[in-house]
């Protein structure tokens, strides 16, 4: 399999809503309401166009995967925990259609996403994961991720990894 990332545009704003919701109800279903039951919005996704570069991957017309790189730094990230460097980007709204799970399409996703970031150019991409079980924290440390640390957000366990590039 291989996937390619292209940026979305206004056009995929209501599919990529769509998928975050498919995805959030599926980590509800299988490990209970929890902060990934939120739900996402057109209007949402489409802000998020304008503030950073919301990527899909597609089998054919279908999209399977969405993620979010930007260079602001989201809120619950707090950078002292991470490597120095000059041009982070932060990964997040990661999903992977629920039916395609676990059949290598988001350990491919962030492989793409790391060459984009190299072009950007980019020095490194972090992200926080929840520290629960419905977290996707193992998933990153396979993808190479490092942890580098471990907070509490709002009363939210997350886990902060990071990719130097």
Known sequence: ?????????????AVVAALRNAVAE???ARYGKGHWSSSASEKGVLYNLKNSRVYVARDGREVIATLRLCTKKPWAIDPKYFSPC?????????????????????RLCVEEAGRVAREWPGDAIRLDAYDAEAGAGEFYRKCGFREVGRVSYRNVPLIYFERLL
Do not use: C, F, N, S
Not at 1 to 13: G, H, P, R, S
Not at 101 to 106: A, D, I, M, S
């Open 26 to 28: 599926h980590l509800t």
């Open 86 to 106: 000059k041009r982070p980007l932060y990964l997040t709204d990661m999903a992977v259609a629920p039916d395609r799970q676990r059949k290598g399409v988001g």
């Open 1 to 13: 399999m291989w996937i390619k990332l292209e940026l979305a545009t206004a056009e995929d704003a």
